[in-house]
């Protein structure tokens, strides 16, 4: 069984201790100074993926907006020509049901060319990130 130091002891071992130097060993500062510099390539790889990341959700809610803007402000004032019906011949023989129709067909071409392009937007983006990924 191990006893324990008595306060005597234990006051000598602590006095000691503090009045003998202490030393560091030897190679403590150079692995020190390596893990800083890997903290720092770390941080500034994680800090310009993050910018990149931020500059493509940026550019794709730009996209998306300017889209939205469009639709807005543009499908109303488009010709009626322009949706397949002719306001001066055919105006009280086609149905709401028919010309919501043709709208529709309209507004949905319009929107599938703009996810084509947002598409195209975003791929263009995205190897635009992978330029500035560091392989390891």
């Not at 030393?23 to 903290?39: F, V």
């Not at 001066?88 to 084509?116: H, P």
């Amino acid at each position: 069984m191990r006893s324990y130091l008595s306060d005597e002891e234990l006051t000598k071992l602590i006095e000691s201790i503090e009045q003998a130097p202490l030393y560091a060993p030897r190679h403590l500062k150079e692995e020190i100074m390596k893990s800083w510099e890997k903290q720092d390539i770390i941080s500034v790889q994680k800090l310009r993926q993050a910018k990149i990341q931020m500059f493509s959700y940026s550019m794709k809610i730009i996209v998306g907006m300017t889209a939205a803007l469009f639709l807005t402000f543009m499908l109303p004032r488009m010709q009626m020509d322009y949706l397949g019906v002719n306001m001066a011949d055919n105006r009280w023989q086609e149905t709401f049901q028919e010309n919501d129709k043709r709208f529709s067909a309209v507004l949905q071409k319009g929107t599938d060319a703009i996810n084509s392009t947002s598409d195209v937007v975003f791929n263009a983006l995205m190897s635009f990130e992978r330029l500035f990924e560091k392989e390891e």
